[in-house]
């Protein structure tokens, strides 16, 4: 009998990739969306889809009890990094407390695993390169939330016996990802204001770096980590490993579209100037995988991107404070 898994956020860009690896290893899907960020075009065909939030807990209730769930993917997330020091209530409700709906229920109806995805967001700043040794130290919303999660489930761990698996992923791109989001995701904000004629803004002066990761590098090892005993309970740093400047990428994305790099800039915004993190832990368990190349990564997402064309922005309408809100997010 296949395993029965969760995707929670599986209409969304990573959970699309995630549930569609299951697929092909042969689980049964239930994907789990609200689809306010996500699309469900992106669910794919097999999977079974409920629209519906992970803040509906008695949704997820009886979800748990009808279907005996094997595994959870709990994917689903506001990842608006930056965003979250100013939406502080709608990220703990999103990012935290469905969170503790999902771990409730796994614990109530036997979950065997749950596979969280967390983020480097959990270490801060100044902690280069960010090991799963690092203390984290997390200096927004968003990562507090992440980090609240983790803790909750080493505690549930603890105290029921719940197995888990968290991967903090970083700066993940490709196809299916929601160009048309302005607060989150840089590489598809720079291919959505070219493919409208506008200059990519960039905020500062552009130096700050990061490694960012191709979702063809990302979502298999996630979707496999269950068949991984040794992978239980523990943390997982996962993507590329050579960090990029915001120019330097703004430049690959312009050559990837064959349009001249115009680039607007911005005021700087309050944000971690250097993030990388060491991945020797993750090839250890699940073994050595090739990583695409940024250029290559980035052409392919052009080429998808081209396909399905741009998408406007929506406006987050719900900022809890403006204070110190960078002029370029406050709603027009």
Known sequence: MPYRSLVTGGAGFMGSHVAEDLLSLGHEVMVLDDLSGGFRDNVPEKATFVDGSILDHRLIE????????????????????????????????????????????????GVKCFVFTSSIAVYGTNQLPMTEETAPQPEDSYGIAKYAVEMDLKASHEMFGLNYIIFRPHNVYGERQNIGDKYRNVIGIFINQLMQGLPMTIFGDGEQSRAFSYIGDVAPSIARSVEYREAFNEVFNIGADQPHTVNSLADIVARAMGKPCNVSRLEPRNEVKHAFSTHSKVR??????????????????????IKVGPRKSKEFKDIEISKNLPAAWAAK
């Open 62 to 109: 009886s979800l748990f009890e009808e279907h005996r769930f094997d595994y959870v993917y709990h994917l689903a997330a506001y990842a608006a990094e930056g965003l979250s020091h100013f939406i502080k209530r709608f990220n703990y409700e999103n990012n935290l407390i469905g969170s503790v709906n999902l771990i409730n229920a796994s614990v109530n109806f």
């Open 284 to 305: 250890r368990v699940f073994g050595e995988t090739k990583l695409t190349d940024l250029k290559e990564g980035v052409k392919r997402m052009v080429d998808w991107a």
